[in-house]
């Protein structure tokens, strides 16, 4: 099944773009620094991963750190670019950015909508220098909460993928990243680093 809007969803984004961070709560900063703390090196250069409008890139400008963000698609991106980030527009299956280049990278309440998620967290892997860090935000589909997303997703058209925090770090596993749980609860935390030689 593919969604209405594309791959990605992308259609439905650049449409929302305008109306996007009125509607989204802030990015909370601290699960992603708590995510940071896994790392095995000094963290200077961040990337946000299909980071739209920036809501992460926001949260952690105000704790130093001015990450790139990256999406697919141009009017987030605008007005990622309109709050002062650095943006290239790029799929996150096929990320425009060279090997061992970062030393972390977000993925904040957006996994769920990359039509191949496991080529998305292969290309991080592949990005991140060794000792660095993946910090993903997601949605657990669980309980009452996670339920009435995943039916509001369904209903709005996406073809979104949830997973549990536990098959997300296997999933991170498996594209060869040290995976671990840095917090539970409906939007739930998990961070993968690149083991070191």
């Given at each position: 099944m593919s969604s209405r809007f594309g791959p990605g969803d992308v259609r439905f984004f650049d449409r929302l773009a305008r109306l996007y961070d009125a509607v989204m709560p802030p990015a909370r900063v601290k699960p992603l620094r708590d995510g940071f703390a896994f790392a095995d090196r000094p963290i200077d250069r961040v990337v946000d991963l299909a980071g739209g409008t920036g809501r992460a890139g926001q949260g952690l400008a105000t704790v130093g750190y001015a990450p790139l963000v990256v999406d697919i698609?141009?009017?987030m991106?605008?007005?990622a670019r309109e709050k002062g980030h650095a943006v290239v527009r790029g799929d996150a299956s096929a990320l425009p950015i060279s090997d061992d280049a970062v030393d972390a990278a977000v993925v904040v309440d957006a996994l769920h909508h990359l039509p191949d998620?496991?080529?998305g967290l292969s290309e991080a892997f592949r990005i991140l220098?060794?000792?660095g860090v993946l910090v993903v935000q997601e949605f657990d589909p669980r309980g009452f909460r996670g339920r009435a997303l995943v039916a509001a997703e369904r209903l709005v058209g996406f073809d979104s993928?949830?997973?549990r925090p536990a098959a997300?770090?296997?999933l991170l596993s498996t594209a060869g990243f040290e995976a671990?749980?840095?917090r539970e609860g409906f939007e739930y935390v998990?961070?993968?680093r690149v083991p070191r030689e």
């Open positions: 698609s141009g009017g991106l605008a007005r998620p496991e080529a220098r060794p000792g993928t949830f997973w997300l770090c296997q671990r749980i840095v998990v961070v993968g």
